[in-house]
């Protein structure tokens, strides 16, 4: 292929990569750089890039759990918990049982309506059990000048926020509960009486779905103390 003969035209050169950005050029809003990370605009408040990492842990059944931390400021912080993806030998054990059963009853019966329902409501379930039910990512957003987010991202692709006020949280503590026979811990927020300030009004349970064992929630929590003494620092100040 012969070269372009105009000057600084842009055209690649024999033996140049199409994939190879050009010498000087940065960029454009929006896009990811080399590392991966997303530009300014896309952090919480802009600045400085969010530090990231990820660490393994697991559930109290033993199920695998990936804890992803992101560092955007000392006073904004994500932890985003995933939970293991729907076991594709479950969901068939399941199906085949529902099949096998409405098999059993055409047999009996010798009606076909038996089979269609079968089908219908095995649908029906898989479709209900993604959308309400089977949650693969929470999330928990703190901004000790804002407050705490909770979002909830289902297999379906719905996402369920709740948003607490700063003013209104008195603490961030690991409680103990008694879980099919044996003594589990759970992260949970503590939010403050209206009328008694030293009392506590409701008890926000955090990760109720991914059930992380201690060694897990402790990371959050220190976190989450640290941003919360960060709040009340600050707060005092003059």
């Known amino acids: 292929r012969p070269s372009c003969r105009r000057r600084n035209c842009g055209c690649a050169q024999p033996g140049e990569g199409r994939g190879q950005p050009r010498s000087g050029s940065s960029p454009r809003a929006g896009e990811r750089t080399l590392e991966g990370a997303p530009d300014a605009a896309a952090r919480p408040g802009g600045g400085e890039p969010a530090m990231e990492d990820e660490q393994s842990f697991s559930d109290i059944c033993g199920g695998r759990l990936a ?3 992101r560092y955007y400021s000392p006073s904004c912080r994500e932890f985003c918990l995933s939970c293991p993806r729907i076991s594709f030998r479950s969901l068939t054990a399941v199906t085949c049982t529902v099949w096998l059963a409405a098999y059993g009853l055409f047999t009996l019966c010798e009606n076909s309506m038996i089979l269609s329902a079968a ?14 039910v089977k949650i693969d990512q929470e999330t928990l957003l703190i901004i000790d000048s804002l407050g705490i987010q909770m979002t909830s991202s289902y297999a379906s692709g719905k996402e369920s926020t709740t ?15 008694i879980y099919m026979q044996k003594v589990i811990y759970y992260l949970c927020i503590l939010l403050k009486d209206p009328v008694d300030p030293q009392g506590i009004s409701q008890v926000v ?9 201690l060694d897990c929630l402790i990371e959050v929590y220190r976190s989450c103390q640290e941003i919360l003494a960060h709040q009340k620092s600050t707060s005092t100040s003059p």
């Open 163 to 177: 948003f607490i006020e700063m003013g209104k949280v008195k603490d961030v503590v690991i409680n103990e509960a």
């Open 67 to 69: 804890l992803q931390r």
């Open 119 to 132: 089908i219908f409501i095995t649908l029906l379930g898989l479709l209900g059990y993604l959308h309400f």
């Open 205 to 213: 349970p955090l990760f109720q779905s991914a059930k992380p064992r």
